[in-house]
T-cell receptor, first 116, second 114 residues
Framework: AQSVTQPDIHITVSEGASLELRCNYS??????LFWYVQSPGQGLQLLLK??????LVQGIKGFEAEFKRSQSSFNLRKPSVHWSDAAEYFC??????????????FGSGTRLSIRP | DGGITQSPKYLFRKEGQNVTLSCEQN?????MYWYRQDPGQGLRLIYYSQIVNDFQKGDIAEGYSVSREKKESFPLTVTSAQKNPTAFYLCASSVRDGVNEKLFFGSGTQLSVL
């Protein structure tokens, strides 16, 4: 069955420290991969996405993610976090089921807290 | 401006009552989705539709029903069979341009049980 797993429910890092949020998926082929961020009371904002090509993807706000086919992973990274990065982060995976669009499902999210 | 409109923003349901959440898009997207978000949790897929008059169950379809009679409209009915309906409901639509797929979200409906 298709699934998305974010194994870390809550992560706390110090401001200025590096960050890695994990995302794993279960699927027989390469899906479409997304990372979204949701701040308190706000909607979902797309950070970055991967469909094909270079497996290291650059996004907004200094985030990047690397697709590793062998590990079925799409981990989100940032070299130095800022207090404003505190939010909920969702990995999403699109499984192509039709020629025009995909079945898109989300992970359960990782809440990021920043220690001053 | 193109976008997705969800209404109402807040909705209250009485015990045993069916309620319908509206989702309209003028983006000409084929695919539409309904997700449920509970506090501190991710988005769970309820139903999705790829074309008019066709829709598929997501991971938590029990207690919900949908219709897709028009391309621009994908209403979600929360039936009395849904015993825990209090949640934030997000509608989305997507379009695939070659290998590039884009997902657009509405602003959501907060459903509460009286």
């Amino acid at each position: 069955a298709q699934s998305v797993t974010q194994p870390d429910i809550h992560i706390t890092v110090s401001e200025g420290a590096s960050l890695e949020l994990r995302c794993n998926y279960s699927y027989g082929a390469t899906p479409y991969l997304f990372w979204y961020v949701q701040s308190p009371g706000q909607g979902l904002q797309l950070l970055l996405k991967y469909f094909s090509g270079d497996t290291l993807v650059q996004g907004i706000k200094g985030f990047e993610a690397e697709f590793k086919r062998s590990q079925s992973s799409f981990n989100l990274r940032k070299p130095s976090v800022h207090w404003s990065d505190a939010a909920e982060y969702f990995c999403a995976v699109g499984f192509p089921v039709y020629s025009s669009a995909s079945k898109i499902i989300f992970g359960s999210g990782t809440r990021l807290s920043i220690r001053p | 401006d193109g976008g997705i409109t969800q209404s109402p923003k807040y909705l209250f349901r009485k015990e045993g009552q069916n309620v319908t959440l509206s989702c309209e898009q003028n983006l000409n997207h084929d695919a539409m989705y309904w997700y449920r978000q509970d506090p501190g949790q991710g988005l769970r897929l309820i139903y999705y539709s790829q074309i008019v008059n066709d829709f598929q169950k997501g991971d938590i379809a029990e207690g919900y029903s949908v219709s897709r009679e028009k391309k621009e409209s994908f209403p979600l009915t929360v039936t009395s069979a849904q015993k825990n309906p209090t949640a934030f409901y997000l509608c989305a639509s997507s379009v695939r341009d070659g290998v590039n797929e884009k997902l657009f979200f509405g602003s959501g409906t907060q459903l509460s049980v009286l």
